[in-house]
């Protein structure tokens, strides 16, 4: 069985910076995809970025590229989500997630089958 634990939330000023982290155990697959979702109170869940495992190829949602840098460190398991000029609408909370094997990367919720709790983001303007 998969575990994701997430860590590095917290509050921030606007423009301002976090780096979440997320530590995977159990079983491992040769290649599959993590990355990272967000859900605001009353707002749907959405894609924020994704890293394939092996290749390092990585998506970015377009409300956060250039600001946010997803990364994955394969020695130890873990992958990062480096968040900079922050904004009140960044405000949610985020889910590591993690895929069945495939080797391109994927942006849909469906596309992963193991969900962390969750770390909450409070940006203040």
């Known amino acids: 069985q998969v575990q994701l634990v997430e860590s590095g939330g917290g509050v921030v000023q606007a423009g301002g910076s976090l780096r979440l982290s997320c530590a995977a155990s159990?079983?491992?697959?040769?290649?599959?995809?993590m990355g990272w979702f967000r859900q605001a109170p009353g707002e749907e869940r959405e894609f924020v970025a994704a890293?394939?495992?092996?290749?390092?190829?990585?998506e970015y949602a377009d409300s956060v590229k250039g600001r946010f840098t997803i990364s994955r460190d394969v020695a130890k398991n873990t992958l990062a989500l480096r968040m900079n000029s922050l904004k009140p609408e960044d405000t949610a909370v985020y889910y590591c997630?993690?895929?069945?094997?495939?080797?391109?990367?994927?942006?849909?919720?469906?596309?992963?089958?193991?969900w962390g709790q969750g770390t909450q983001v409070t940006v203040s303007s």
């Open positions: 997630v993690k895929s069945p094997p495939r080797t391109t990367v994927a942006t849909s919720g469906r596309s992963f089958n193991y």
């Open positions: 890293i394939t495992w092996l290749g390092g190829t990585t």
């Open positions: 159990g079983r491992t697959f040769s290649n599959f995809v």
